[in-house]
């Protein structure tokens, strides 16, 4: 079993943040702002010993490397930032890896491909640098770039391939066209093909050029909630919310489209939604296809960005380990794969890491460990 956490490296200051956002903002800028919404409210997020490290100092990569690989983390995939005219935005810290070798781990990169914006969710609105892939050139640019990291001997290969995702393909015009050009580039840089693997679930759901991708991430909980959206365009489901709306059952109604609740007293409107429930729907539900690659989430409080958030109650490490547990058997049963994509290693902002905190110390990474302890 080879688990793979999602990495964000946006744990150091850069001019585009510090104009859109403030001077010296990091994302421990928004963590440490939250506060709880509601009564039991894990808020704010509190890392352990106060280690709100800077990831422009080699050593904390090496020493989140360590912990990591202790506690039975396979590699990390580093989000990856690239835009018009060749932009790059926090790329520092996989730059760094790729310098030090000391830096122990294998990885590989998912291309973060949105605009980006001060809201965060890579939107057309409030651009801060935008994406272009009308540049056929800078195209191979960029990928002449990645190869610099797929030739490392740490990077995360699959039959000598490297691995790369893509967050949402669907934003990319000329699908074909651009991906064409991206695996030829690899080819001409010695590698034989790439491992290209779609993050986002919109794609999956809504496209036809699925024959472009080897492989499709269960990217959850984005992935299981997409599922619930997709499921509830049915005709069957209209039909029966329609019936419950007939008869005044509207409660019901709310429940089943899992709708947030209104606090008076911050006026937010939060998407809150039941970790154990969503957990049960991810072990049961049926894989897709024989490209899918499983998912796994720690936890999701995305509130510290944005008070109109989505919350899900009822997580810890207890928990956790349960649900790996299924998780993994059914991988072993029903996937092709023996990846595991966990969200995430670092997601301070959203409420998904594994890294140790006040309130739970190590329970995460020590139930991860424990699970994965038992495969071996």
Known sequence: MKPICFYLPQFHPIPENDEAHGEGFTEWTNVKKAYPLYDGHNQPRVPYDNNYYSLLDKE???????????????????????????????????EMMLENKDIDIPFCLSWANENWTRRWDGGNHEIIVEQDYDDLNDLKKHV??????FKDDRYIKIDGK?????????????????????????RKNGFEDLEIIVQFPKFLLNNHQLELFDGFAEFQPIFEIHMEKHERKNPVYQSVKSFLLKVGARNLVQKLEI?????AHNKALLDRRDY???????????????KMIAGAFVDWDNTARNKNGRVFDGA????????????IEKIQKEYQSEIVFINAWNEWA??????????????????LKTVIDETR
């Open 316 to 327: 810890n490490p207890e928990k956790f380990e349960g649900y790996m547990r299924q998780l």
């Open 259 to 263: 709708r947030g609740e209104k606090k």
């Open 144 to 149: 002449d770039y990645l190869c610099q990291f």
């Open 162 to 186: 490297p691995l790369l995702l893509i967050y949402k393909p669907e934003l990319i015009p000329n699908l074909t066209k651009t991906m064409g050009i991206i695996r030829n580039r690899a």
């Open 276 to 290: 154990d429930a969503t957990w049960t729907n991810i072990i049961n539900r049926p894989i897709k296809n024989n």
């Open 350 to 367: 959203e409420g998904a890491y594994l890294e140790p905190d006040k309130k739970h110390g190590y329970g995460y990474l020590e139930a």
């Open 60 to 94: 904390v990569m090496i020493q989140q490397a360590e912990l990591a690989k202790k506690y039975g983390i396979y590699g990390f995939c580093y989000y990856h930032y690239w835009f018009k005219n060749g932009k790059k935005l926090l790329e520092k810290p996989v």
